[in-house]
């Protein structure tokens, strides 16, 4: 199984429109949380998430959340 980079330690929180958004499950993006298409040797993908209305969203940062692409604090237990 392929481990994903931890580019944050935290969660990434932003205001978020409604739309499709694709998380960075592999770490290597250089626009976190999103995928920037660099997870191409990495033998992981991005995951698609719907958005249907504005809100603030807190992203998994660390890319070990047990309900990706969202934070659950898991962080706090590594
Ligand atoms: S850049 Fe990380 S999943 Fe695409």
Excluded: T
Excluded at 64 to 73: G, I, L, R, S, T
């Amino acid at each position: 199984m392929k481990l994903p980079e931890i580019p944050k330690k935290l969660s990434i929180e932003l205001d978020n429109e409604p739309g499709a958004y694709f998380w960075c499950a592999c770490g290597k993006s250089k626009n976190q949380p999103y995928c920037d298409g660099s997870h191409a040797d990495s033998g992981l993908r991005p995951i698609r998430r719907e958005v249907d209305e504005a809100k603030k969203i807190a992203w998994c940062g660390c890319k070990n959340a047990q309900n990706k692409p969202f934070c659950n604090d898991s962080h706090r237990k590594r």
